[in-house]
């Protein structure tokens, strides 16, 4: 079976292998899913993984090997501002957690994008167990950290631009990764199968899954360009997100 929250930590720049959550007790919060979830046991797998890099002294260092998702975007203008990084690749899904939990809060106070605070790795030690990938499965029953992968490949093919020598490269990544057979073939499979925008925004259950899978695509494209863009808007309006709600998760992707 399929290592679903090790895959995702690989695709956004984790290099410490984290064990999946085990499954437990549904979850009664109102905003989640309530599907055999393991949330208290996800929010500790979170903290493990950070504290396993070092910490906030260790993020670098946890990140160092790149991510997936590095290759992604790496023919994009996103070179021009040294490549993919930040503190998505460095704190892997408990980051992404983070980042869309305080753009969800900041939006629900009612604060302006432009003024409010960026997620920080001490967030992502604590981030709200609902915000977590391994919260609640996708729509189709699968772990939602692979729907998640699928809406990164899928906003990184909106222009075009992984012909059959990134998705070589990307291959030969994958080939490095120490990764069951299942998890390889996964990632195969879906840069190969074409993917559109009803398809990814139909992963989520919850509101705060719509918010995570819109800000990792966010996060696999340069929104400058017209086709991404575009691809975005796209997403976001089959997501049914409040517009004020996508400038919040803007604010911490352009930051992150």
């Given at each position: ?21 085990p ?23 979170a ?15 946890s ?20 490549g ?26 009612g ?44 906003a990184?093919k ?7 020598e ?73 997501l049914?997100?409040p ?14």
């Amino acid at each position: 079976m399929i290592n679903a929250q090790n895959l995702l930590e690989r695709f956004l720049g984790q290099s410490a292998s984290v064990p999946a959550a085990p499954a437990s007790q549904p979850s009664a919060s109102p905003w989640v899913n309530p599907v055999g979830s393991g949330l208290s046991n996800a929010a500790g797998t979170a903290r493990q993984a950070l504290n396993s890099a070092g910490g906030l002294q260790g993020l670098a260092a946890s990140g160092a090997a790149g991510g997936l998702l590095g290759l992604l975007v790496g023919g994009k203008k996103k070179k021009k501002k040294g490549g993919y990084g930040g503190i998505v690749s460095h704190g892997g899904a408990a980051m992404l957690g983070a980042l869309a939990n305080q753009a969800y809060q900041s939006w629900r106070a009612g604060q302006a994008p432009a003024q409010t605070p960026v997620a920080s790795p001490q967030q992502a030690a604590a981030v709200e167990p609902r915000f977590l990938p391994a919260a609640a499965p996708a729509s189709d029953g699968q772990p939602f950290e692979l729907a998640l992968i699928r809406a990164m490949i899928a906003a990184a093919k909106a222009d075009g631009h992984i012909d059959a020598e990134e998705q070589r490269r990307i291959f030969d990544r994958v080939g490095e990764f120490e990764l069951d057979a299942e998890s390889k073939a996964f990632v195969f499979d879906a840069l190969a199968a074409p993917i559109g925008v009803s398809e990814v925004a139909a992963f989520a259950t919850t509101q705060e899954q719509a918010a995570e899978l819109y800000l990792v695509s966010r996060l696999a494209v340069e929104p400058d360009e017209p086709a991404e863009r575009a691809y975005l808007e796209a997403l976001a309006h089959r997501l049914k997100l409040p517009g004020d709600l996508i400038a919040h998760l803007d604010r911490q992707a352009d930051a992150a």
